[in-house]
């Protein structure tokens, strides 16, 4: 990429516009329906739009860094990274995205590095956040805690809504807590999820396993089963949890 | 790339005008129409040559007369008294004939016929001479009518109705003689017979019958006559000698009738044989002969012999200078013709002199007779006459002396003026001749210094016309003279005294005069040889972008030529002096007087050169102010002047309006303020001027702006509308290649990636040398390759590769390696790649450390044990090499300990056997030391992704050797306390396996959080730590994986 990068340092020095133009907000609505398109074509005429008002949008760059990220086109996404990084190096949420793109590369290591970078010291950021994940998937409770804690009682409220990475934050601050040997505070957490209408059956599972286990009410850990059972028709899951019931029912 | 701006302009029209394409971008080249016009031009007004006026012919010499030619007088003249009516006499003469020839009739055969018939034929002859007379006459007044003009046709004398009278006469005398041959009167009858055959031309006849009586009767009064008749017979014909003969022959006889005029004739016989001298003493015997005839009786022959006299005093005139000194003239003259009468014919012989040529003589004379009365009437006339002979000819200096003498002594001022000044006729018209001579001696000399250009005579000329207006102060000739003076100065470069004497013929305002026109135009073509020349302009202007103020001479060349304009606003020279004057007020800054005058120009005469060189100046005015819109609306202006419709002069107008347009929308680029602006003036440009050869350079341009100015699509736009339009010629195709160059960055920076990958390649298709394609066709490719098109990619790589002559080209072996690895697919393709770039040489340590590695990885991979195994030594040794590669070097080291050392450790069984237990138990351990020791060199590399990895790896060794030990078959022959004894001694021997695995496995997972090395290790860690500790809830617990991308606000 060093050719390009070089050039595009060119372009940047002399072709930088000399009056800012503040970008009209229906191209960012412009921009937010053409993502949902999901087709690339219109992803990148949106954005075309911004970047031809200013060519270092944030929101432009990042959206169509996104897109391509989503669209497993994980080199286009990083040189686009690249370059938003380089005009925004403040705007740290990029270096979080850049980060992604490396774990879907397959380069784990620099992924980790860069979300660290990205994260920094703070504890409320999507970095921290995506931090925490790593950490739970390897048992690190301890650091997964603190940032999963903040961003809990941030998104818990949407769980009714039914977002996918609330239910998914929820979850593993719940697995964290009980990996961390909070086992009320863990049981908490997932009654509120559950509470909330949450129907997430890897969640379910979890919920049921701890109050299987670790409950003192049996009937608890039943209607969790039951709605489990209700909800899922993976064989796999519904297998595992019928073992689940099954303890249940060995349990004095 | 903004900042640089395509074009150079100048709006010449080709001129000039203005704008010529330069280089490309803002280097330009400004070439002005001042520029090009930056000589100093000089009216384009051929001064013409003014010929000078014929001068009068009276200043020429007079050709000298032949006076050896000069015949004395017809013997005629003295026959006749004056005043005698020939028609009376003709009419008496006719009555007598009529009477005679009725007598003859009547007496036809008397024998006294004989003496009617002699009477009659005297008639007869009397008759021939009045009809001879009255024919002459006649003739001679219809040759002069014919020669003056009045008459078409030539006369001719026809003597035939005189001599029908002649040949009557010789009848009767021939019948006279044959019938009377001894008649008394027989030699009158032979007389006039030799008369009459003269008369018809019968010459011989006539000869002989003079002869006949001369012989016959040498007493007859008739010889005379008869002698006289044959010497003027052979002096008419210029036979002197013969005529002398008979001529001398009367001249013996001093009583003879004719003796007066056979001296006279005899004289002119011995001038003509140049026996002069005696000649002029025959002339003063004829004189003598007069005079002593007035003082005698009255007579036929006295009066003769008088006007003899007064003939010969004339003809000494002739004679004398053959004979005599000047100097002897009045004394002789004064003895022969009386003191009385010798003054005027002194002057005579003067004006004789001057007829001769001989100038000196002449002019002795004269200066004679004008000091006997200097203030005379004549004297004036005198010295004049001197002047003239040495006018044209002679002696020049003489001449000028002689002239300025004349008019110092008779012209304004002088004594002689003063004296005679009561003879107003006479001052006026010596006045008069005093100009006309000093006016036709100077244009003479004039003439003479135009033809040789000769410094002296032009010298001399001036002294002339000096001379000329210090004494004529008033004349009708005065313009002319002084025209004709400006024109000397003017040739004698003397520009300032030609342009005072034009003037002062414009100052006397005869605009009907000959020379007014001419002299109002000459005086601004003599007012501008005084003009600054170009370099004193450039001096004087310098770089003053403000008026400069004239110079006094320019001033005056400015008032010339304004009256000029004023007075002759259709003359034909006006358009050439009206542009001199717009273009001299245009190279001093002064533009609000230019732009009246050349714009008048352009309308009063839009055919003419200076039009259109006066539309170029109008429209650098406004380029030079930089006022493109005003220019724009000038143009337009010029345009619509109706002569100017359809011609070369309207199109290049158009041209430079084009180009202001487009230099407008250049200057508002280069003012950097409102890059927009400069934008929508070349869109507006291009809009105006479809058809423009600076289209492209103007979309160009316009993209350029827009650019600059952030309106990057727009930009897009005119860059693409560049590329599509058809070339036409150089700058074209440099301004495709750049816009095809610029697109493919603007495509990039709009995030149009796929565009740009493209752009990239395409340019380095169409420009395959330029120095940039190579590095287009790595761009292309690493964009290629972020979109997962990896052909595409492949062949820009390659291309690069191919192309580069960089040490570094061989790189993209690596990154094609790389590709080719991340698809996962093509394993071989990317062994092959990564071969590739470590056969290259490549300097690069890293990549050559990860691209052995990565061979090691992909053939472990491809289960390709022993290459696999070739390839992690490589990397271990690599390391070890370079110094660079730790996490690879352990990594591999770690690798081969798992592969090898592990799996033959874990391959050891402890049989059932205890004959063979203890060996292989033995056996074991020894290959469990064998690990450890290399998992200590794994972590010696010091990598926590690696130290994890041999924690976790030493504890599940551990882990399998304690499950091994506790696992082993039971012999069959224990029971009771020897297998309790047994199970402890396996305890004893096994614990401290699983113990220690259990540190090993916690020390990864510390280790692990320590160094936030999360990986599967860690994973594997905690996995086997749970079911050493039989901890497998926690194990259960399914974490979900959900990565948060920040989506900015989005």
């Not at chain 2, 129409?33 to 010929?51: A, T």
């Not at chain 2, 034929?121 to 001679?140: G, N, P, S």
């Not at chain 2, 002088?414 to 100009?435: G, H, Q, T």
């Amino acid at each position: 990429m060093r050719k390009l990068v070089l050039t595009l340092v060119f372009i940047l020095s002399v072709s930088h516009p000399l009056l800012a133009k503040s970008v009209d907000k229906s191209l960012y609505k412009g921009l937010s329906k053409a993502l949902a398109t999901k087709v690339e074509a219109n992803v990148v005429g949106a954005a075309s739009k911004i970047l031809s008002v200013d060519e270092d949008d944030l929101k432009a760059l990042n959206a169509l860094a996104i897109f391509y990220y989503e669209s497993g086109k994980h080199g286009l996404a990083k040189i686009i990274l690249d370059r938003a990084i380089k005009a925004h190096p403040e705007f740290t949420d990029l270096k979080n995205n850049l980060a992604l793109v490396y774990f879907a590369s397959g380069d784990k290591k620099l992924g980790l590095l860069t979300l660290k970078d990205a994260a920094g010291d703070s504890s409320l950021s999507e970095a921290a956040l995506n931090l925490s994940s790593i950490y739970v998937e390897h048992r690190d409770y301890q650091k997964a805690l603190g940032p999963l804690s903040k961003s809990f009682s941030k998104v818990k409220g949407s769980l009714k809504s039914k977002s996918k990475p609330a239910i998914a934050l929820t979850n593993n601050y719940g697995v964290a807590l009980f990996g961390a040997e909070k086992i009320k505070e863990s049981l908490e957490v997932f009654t509120y999820a559950h509470e909330a209408g949450v129907k997430d059956s890897t969640l379910l599972y979890n919920y049921a396993m701890l109050l299987t286990h670790k409950g003192k009410n049996k009937e608890d850990a039943y209607k969790v089963i039951n709605r489990l059972k209700f909800l899922t028709d993976d064989q796999k899951m519904l297998r595992k949890v019928e073992l689940l019931e099954k303890t249940l029912d060995n349990k004095k | 790339m903004v900042g640089k701006m395509y074009f150079k302009s100048s709006l010449l029209i080709s001129l000039v005008l203005f704008l010529s394409a330069g280089d490309l971008h803002a280097k330009r080249k400004r070439k002005t129409v001042g520029d090009v016009l930056k000589k100093i031009e000089s009216i384009k007004v051929k001064k013409k040559k003014n010929l000078l006026p014929d001068s009068k012919k009276y200043l020429k010499t007079k050709t000298r007369v032949n006076l050896r030619s000069v015949k004395p007088p017809s013997s005629n003249r003295f026959y006749y008294d004056e005043g005698t009516s020939e028609q009376e006499l003709e009419k008496i003469t006719d009555e007598q004939i009529k009477h005679l020839y009725g007598m003859t009739q009547k007496f036809k055969k008397s024998s006294r016929r004989g003496e009617l018939w002699v009477r009659l034929a005297e008639l007869y002859v009397d008759k021939a001479k009045l009809i001879e007379l009255r024919l002459q006459t006649d003739y001679d007044n219809a040759l002069a009518a014919h020669q003056s003009g009045k008459r078409k046709r030539r006369p001719r004398l026809n003597l035939k109705p005189a001599e029908q009278y002649n040949k009557k006469s010789i009848q009767l005398y021939e019948w006279f003689i044959r019938d009377f041959p001894k008649d008394p009167k027989i030699d009158q009858a032979l007389f006039f017979l030799g008369y009459n055959y003269f008369e018809i031309g019968k010459v011989e006849k006539g000869r002989a019958k003079y002869t006949q009586l001369t012989k016959r009767f040498p007493k007859s009064p008739y010889v005379d006559e008869s002698n006289f008749a044959l010497g003027e017979y052979y002096f008419e014909r210029e036979k002197w000698k013969p005529a002398k003969k008979h001529y001398d022959k009367i001249a013996r006889n001093r009583r003879s009738r004719l003796y007066s005029f056979a001296l006279y004739k005899g004289a002119w016989c011995k001038y003509k044989t140049g026996k002069t001298k005696s000649a002029l003493k025959d002339l003063e015997r004829v004189i003598l002969e007069g005079r002593k005839a007035k003082s005698g009786d009255r007579g036929n022959k006295k009066v003769s012999r008088i006007r003899l006299a007064s003939e010969a005093v004339k003809d000494i005139v002739v004679f004398y200078p053959e004979v005599y000194k000047v100097q002897q003239a009045r004394g002789y003259l004064n003895r022969v013709v009386g003191s009385k009468s010798a003054p005027k014919l002194i002057e005579k012989l003067a004006y004789y002199y001057v007829d001769r040529g001989d100038k000196f003589s002449a002019k002795y004379l004269f200066k004679e007779l004008i000091q006997e009365s200097p203030f005379s009437t004549r004297a004036y006339e005198y010295q004049h006459q001197i002047v003239k002979m040495y006018s044209a000819a002679g002696n020049q200096k003489v001449f000028r002396k002689e002239l300025f003498t004349w008019i110092d002594n008779y012209g304004p001022g002088s004594v002689w003026r003063r004296e005679n000044k009561k003879n107003k006729e006479l001052m006026a018209s010596s006045d008069k001749l005093i100009e006309s001579t000093l006016r036709n001696y100077i244009l003479q000399l004039h003439q003479t210094a135009q033809n040789s250009r000769a410094k002296y005579t032009q010298n001399l000329t001036k002294d002339g016309y000096e001379m000329y207006f210090s004494s004529i102060k008033k004349s009708e000739h005065l313009d002319q003279m002084n025209f004709f003076y400006g024109e000397l100065l003017f040739d004698m470069k003397d520009y300032v005294g030609a342009a005072k004497n034009y003037n002062k013929v414009v100052a006397r305002g005869n605009k009907a005069g000959k020379y007014y026109e001419q002299s109002i135009l000459n005086s601004v073509l003599a007012s501008e040889k005084k003009i600054p020349t170009a370099s004193e302009v450039k001096t004087l202007v310098a770089d003053n972008k403000e008026p400069v103020e004239f110079t006094s001479n320019l001033k005056i060349f400015e008032k010339a030529a304004i009256k000029y304009v004023k007075e002759y606003p259709k003359g034909e020279n006006v358009s050439a002096i009206k542009y001199r004057l717009g273009s001299l007020y245009y190279y001093f800054n002064q533009y609000n007087k230019a732009l009246p005058v050349l714009t008048n120009i352009v309308e009063n005469h839009p055919k003419e050169k200076d039009a259109e060189y006066s539309a170029n100046l109008i429209l650098d005015i406004y380029n030079k102010k930089k006022d493109f819109e005003g220019l724009e609306k000038v143009a337009d202006k010029l345009l619509a002047i109706p002569g100017l419709k359809g011609s070369n002069m309207a199109a290049k107008i158009a041209d430079v309006k084009q180009k202001s347009s487009f230099k407008r929308a250049e200057k508002a680029a280069a003012s950097g303020g409102n890059p927009l602006k400069a934008a929508l003036s070349y869109v507006s440009f291009i809009k105006s001027n479809p058809k423009s050869d600076l289209l492209n350079v103007s979309r160009f341009n316009a993209a350029l702006n827009y650019e600059k100015a952030g309106e990057t699509s727009e930009a897009l736009k005119y860059y693409r509308q560049v590329l599509v339009a058809k070339s036409s010629g150089s700058k074209d195709a440099e301004l495709k290649k750049k816009s095809r160059r610029f697109l493919a960055f603007l495509y990039q920076k709009t995030g149009q990636y796929a565009k740009a990958a493209a752009a990239f390649e395409a340019y380095s298709k169409k420009y395959p040398k330029d120095k940039e394609s190579l590095n287009y066709n790595y761009n292309a490719a690493v964009i290629y390759d972020g979109l997962n098109f990896y052909t595409s990619s492949v062949r820009n790589y390659e291309k690069y590769r191919k192309g580069s002559k960089k040490a570094d080209r061989n790189e993209v072996y690596f990154t094609i390696a790389k590709m080719w690895d991340r698809r996962k697919k093509y394993p071989s393709k990317a062994i092959f790649f990564y071969n590739k770039y470590l056969n290259s040489g490549s300097a690069n340590k890293q990549k050559t450390m990860e691209a052995t590695y990565r061979i090691a990885k992909l053939h472990d991979s491809l289960n390709r044990k022993t290459l696999s195994k070739t390839w992690y030594n490589k990397v271990i040794a690599r390391q070890r090499k370079l110094g660079v590669g730790v996490s690879f070097a352990a990594e591999a080291k770690f690798k081969l300990v798992e592969r090898d050392d592990f799996k033959k450790f874990r391959s050891v069984r402890i049989p059932a056997s205890q004959a063979r237990m203890a060996g292989a138990v033995q056996k074991k351990l020894g290959l469990l030391d064998r690990l450890k020791e290399k998992l200590k060199q794994v972590v010696a590399y010091n990598d926590a992704y690696q130290i994890v990895a041999a924690l976790t790896l030493q504890g599940e060794s551990l882990l399998h050797m304690s499950n091994a030990i506790y696992g082993a078959p039971v012999p069959k022959t224990l029971k009771g306390e020897q297998l309790v004894q047994y199970k402890k001694g396996i305890d004893n021997l096994a614990g401290p396996f699983k113990k220690q695995a259990i540190e090993s496995l916690k020390a990864a997972i510390n280790k692990a959080y320590e160094l936030q090395a999360y990986d599967d290790s860690v994973k594997k860690a905690a996995s086997l730590l749970d079911k050493v500790e039989g901890n497998t809830l926690t194990g259960d617990l399914q974490v979900m994986q959900s990565f948060w991308l920040s989506k900015a606000g989005l």
